[in-house]
């Protein structure tokens, strides 16, 4: 069955090939264009409390939206050109994670686990 | 149909929940976590020519590959507190770029269009 | 008179000098490499409140400092093979944000200006 | 003696104070906002070559040094309120990069030193 992130990479595949872009999609560019595209969403937090992070206007939520499709366009090109699966790379990380923040130890701490060895 | 985004949402929710981690998770606070995380995606990168990172090796990949995970649980993690849908903002902001990047006029160009009035 | 920025950029010439790491030290490279380095500036503040990051334990302040360090690291080194004096880029955008920003229209006010035309 | 990085100092306080921006000018904001203008210098060079990097155009490079002169004020505002001496903090880093990094074991290398115990 084909995911619906699978369906966005070959479309985003299409888009690059009939505007000859794949020159410029290279991974190494491709992770410069997503930081920057992270840069624009950190930019729509950057003065905003906790608290007006959490319920932001319609149109500050509008323009959120828009930067958090920008970043996952360029995140799904990059896995995409790397040939990685994010949604498999994403839970081997969160099994990962399961491991590493014991769910009793690290109850209410934001402390950071020491790396697995 | 429960996509596999959504699956991923809901165990990092639960995640969350059994640590009472939901106090720190706020969208600042989660921005913040993800540009961390692309930064260090991006780090993996930096020495690397436009080939070599076409070609990692498989050590190097397998780090990619990691901060690939860590990056996505982070931006799933956002949307779904921000109550976004990442698919669609994407493909909205497919469509976008699809009518601002005309095929015949930026074919070959890296050049970027007026933003749309 | 040479500034304490133009000895620093000196001192950090010589140290890629001596290791031959010029061939790395593209544009492109130092402003990932500094992108990293945000990253981890980034990720000391991520799970802190706006009062807890404004009085950091010894610790953190330690931790901060040093990724501050490193920021300003590859921030000079960048400027230096761009052959840009960061002292006068900044002092010439504050120039323009003293114009754009109107201290009666703007005092209190997080609101972004109209782009200067 | 009094620094030019000071006296930038000096002059951002004073931007802020003014406009009764230092309600927004936590550590935790500024960071972020350090962050979104480091993506929009990483942007200036995402679909550039490693030469091209190297020799950009007048235009180019003329934003290239707005956007490095952004970086620098929220650098050196951030290291303000935090009481962070920049320049020591960076030459703390190089006196510790130049032990990690003996400059003929790393000839020519861009590998990774093992951080220092």
């Given at each position: 069955m084909t995911t619906e992130l699978e369906r966005l990479a070959v479309r985003l595949r299409e888009f690059a090939r009939v505007r000859e872009w794949e020159q410029f999609?290279?991974?190494?560019?491709?992770?410069?264009?997503?930081?920057?595209?992270?840069g624009e969403l950190v930019a729509e937090f950057q003065?905003?409390?906790?608290?007006?992070s959490s319920s932001p206007d319609p149109d500050t939520l509008a323009r959120m939206r828009t930067e958090l499709g920008d970043?996952?366009?360029?995140?799904?090109?990059l896995a995409d050109v790397l040939g990685v699966d994010l949604v498999e790379a994403a839970q081997a990380k969160l099994d990962d994670n399961d491991r590493r923040y014991d769910a009793d130890l690290?109850?209410?701490?934001?402390?950071?686990?020491?790396?697995a060895t």
């Open positions: 999609h290279t991974p190494k560019n491709l992770v410069m264009a997503l930081a920057g595209e992270v003065w905003l409390t906790a608290d007006e970043v996952t366009l360029y995140l799904v090109r690290y109850r209410g701490s934001a402390k950071k686990a020491p790396r």
